[in-house]
């Protein structure tokens, strides 16, 4: 009977913690000047060069657009965002472990202001869990230090009396790009999907997908990435990934090339290491109706030496600049029973089975309004337990420019039988 009252305070605590957030950001980005159409120059550059990593899809096929005419001569550009989480949720056999809880997240992008042959990018995440939030932070934090070379993640874990509370850290960029014409060189943390997918992309061994969130996206890794144009449609690279020791890290060879609204790739690498591997993968896109790609991975694991396929096939689909939908299928021929090393390089612990996919779906309207729908799960319908899964509904309303209210329900069920429901609201700010 005494759970009850802490529980309700732990609300409040929450919901003041987040109000004053992201009120105080309100106030302190309203400071740089602004542009014409009343967004910060920061805003205008860091939104279209550093926070929106191009799509898959879109990543060898989008030119570069007029820059603004109003940006700082020299230096730094800043921009980025804020945002603050507060939700209820249930875990467990009828949702019987209930509670409050709340993240306030903070996105910093940096980029040289000119960008002619050197480019330098960062970008680093802020976050702070209260309560049962406090845990995905911890298992994040864990999973980063697992995977990254010292001082890219750190956990700071929290004490207020009986409440959990953690501080999270993640530099999830930070690179320098040399781009004298007839090569381009990048060193350091990028994120880079050398395959064409945006969750399920078995040709990817050098970055991972984040379902974190509210929406799908990748994260970073570090490596070297060589690229060398080969025509005005194709090219030629290297990638390395060798880590803090060469000798466990990936290696790979591509060769791309494309005609008219057709693009293809083809990629030998090498991974070392104790769970060493040899994947050999082949890769298009081709827009007609749709957006139309697809991925094929020979992986053979030296291990066993039984090579294994590993596809996916997806498309998406924009009509009127309103309503956008995208759709993955992945077949994995590995199977469930993975390594640690492959699981940790995917991302996907949860979503292995040999029959996955995944679907989102968002729709604009009334200017101001925004919904999205998505799910990711395996569909091994003729398996003996549950299959395992995750459903995400977003409703945004943009009230003033650069700022948005949404409210979410996040459902999960998995093949023990433990389901969990998150619903509650998110404030964000851009900056």
Sequence with gaps: ????????KGWEKALIIGWAFVLS????????????????????????EVEAEPSPDRRQTTRPTARPAARPAQGLVLGGKAWADIFAYGMGPGLE?????????????????????????????????????????QA???????????????????????????????????????NPGF??????????????????????LFSSPDLSGLSATRRGSDIALLSIPIGSRGGG????????????????ARLSSGFKDFEAQAQVARGLGPDAFWCA????????????????????????????????????????????????????????????????????????????AYLSLSWLFLEEFSSALSWIGSI???????????????????????????AFLRLGYGATDIDSLQAGLRMELKF
């Design 237 to 252: 690279g290297l990638i390395a990934k060798p880590g803090i020791d060469p000798g466990l890290g990936i290696y790979a």
């Design 140 to 178: 994040l934090s864990q999973f980063i230090l697992a995977s990254l070379p010292a001082g890219i993640g750190a956990l700071i874990p929290l004490q207020s009396g009986n409440e959990l509370s953690a501080l999270s850290l993640e530099l999830k960029k930070f690179s320098l790009s040399l």
């Design 281 to 356: 993968s082949l890769d298009f896109k081709a827009d007609i109706l749709i957006g139309l790609y697809a991925e094929a991975c020979l992986y053979r694991p030296d291990a066993s030496g039984i090579p294994a396929l590993r596809t996916s096939l997806g498309g998406d689909y924009s009509w009127n600049r309103e309503l956008f939908l995208r759709g993955e299928y992945y077949f994995n021929g590995l199977g469930p029973e993975l390594s640690d090393y492959q699981i940790r390089e995917d991302g996907l612990a949860a979503f292995q089975e040999v029959h996955n």
């Design 1 to 8: 009977m005494k759970a009850r009252p802490a529980a309700v």
């Design 97 to 137: 472990d209930a509670g409050y809880a709340a993240l306030m997240s903070t996105s910093l992008n940096i980029i040289n202001a000119r960008r002619n042959l050197l480019i330098f990018e960062a970008a680093v995440d802020f976050g702070l869990g209260y309560g049962s939030a406090a845990l995905p932070a």
């Design 380 to 406: 091994d319908f003729f398996q003996a337990q549950r299959n395992s899964g995750s459903a995400t509904i977003v409703f945004s309303w943009q009230a003033v420019q650069n700022s948005s209210l949404s």
């Design 183 to 204: 090569f381009s060189l990048k060193l350091g943390r990028q994120i880079h999907n050398s395959g064409r997918a945006l969750v399920f992309s078995p040709a990817d």
């Design 25 to 48: 950001l309100i106030v302190t980005a309203g400071l740089p000047a602004q542009e014409a159409d009343g967004s910060s120059a920061a805003a205008t550059e860091a939104e279209a």
